[in-house]
T-cell receptor, first 116, second 111 residues
Framework: GAVVSQHPSWVICKSGTSVKIECRSL??????MFWYRQFPKQSLMLMAT?????????EQGVEKDKFLINHASLTLSTLTVTSAHPEDSSFYIC????????????FGSGTRLTVV | GNSVTQMEGPVTLSEEAFLTINCTYT??????LFWYVQYPGEGLQLLLK?????DKGSNKGFEATYRKETTSFHLEKGSVQVSDSAVYFC??????????FGTGTRLAVRP
């Protein structure tokens, strides 16, 4: 079946540094990828939608200059948290879609980011 | 806007007990409804889905019925196992590709 690999699974970084999270579709080409953020005991909140070769569409309230998303190929999307601060600490999850259908969502295992 | 409300956890049950995790939603139009499960250290997996009113989704002994009149999609299983311990997310999709998730409910099943 479709597999999405997300890396790293956890990362600790110093305040002010940048962190890159990768999301790869291993056995299929993902036309659309989604990035979510989850705070403790809260919902997965959609941050942005990216289509291969075009700019990401960010949800209201998400700082596009802080959360840089690149979807340069059909198998790889990256999320870079720039100049991270402790309030950026969270659980980030990516999801890939084959053809933007109801049944085509496959999720990564998530990345726990801790900014100290 | 769309929203999903599901019961807070954790839910702790003994093996073979009956499980219900409540989920209600608010949405425009006619959404499709989903239950996702996240096992420890893994990504979210689609557990079951229903695309229209009165549809029943089922998988691995879990069931949920799309109730338009009560805007609910409660998850049930007649006899839980230790291996069912996970976090369960209710979600809906109306227009576009976006999924709206509930907060997740952690289930712990004791032997």
């Amino acid at each position: 079946g479709a597999v999405v690999s997300q890396h790293p699974s956890w990362v600790i970084c110093k305040s002010g540094t940048s962190v890159k999270i990768e999301c790869r579709s291993l056995d299929f080409q993902a036309t659309t990828m989604f990035w979510y953020r989850q705070f403790p005991k809260q919902s997965l909140m959609l941050m942005a939608t990216s289509n291969e070769g075009s700019k990401a569409t960010y949800e209201q309230g998400v700082e596009k200059d802080k959360f840089l998303i690149n979807h340069a190929s059909l198998t790889l999307s990256t999320l870079t948290v720039t100049s991270a601060h402790p309030e950026d600490s969270s659980f980030y999850i990516c999801s890939a879609s084959l053809t933007s259908t109801l049944y085509g969502y496959t999720f990564g295992s998530g990345t726990r980011l801790t900014v100290v | 806007g769309n929203s999903v409300t599901q019961m807070e956890g954790p839910v702790t049950l003994s093996e073979e007990a009956f499980l219900t995790i409540n989920c209600t939603y608010t949405a425009t139009g006619y959404p499709s409804l989903f239950w996702y499960v996240q096992y420890p250290g893994e990504g979210l997996q689609l557990l079951l889905k229903a695309t229209k009113a009165d549809d029943k989704g089922s998988n691995k002994g879990f069931e949920a019925t799309y109730r338009k009149e009560t805007t609910s999609f409660h998850l049930e299983k007649g006899s839980v196992q230790v291996s069912d311990s996970a976090v369960y997310f209710c979600a809906l999709k109306s227009s576009g590709d976006k999924l709206t998730f509930g907060t997740g409910t952690r289930l712990a099943v004791r032997p």
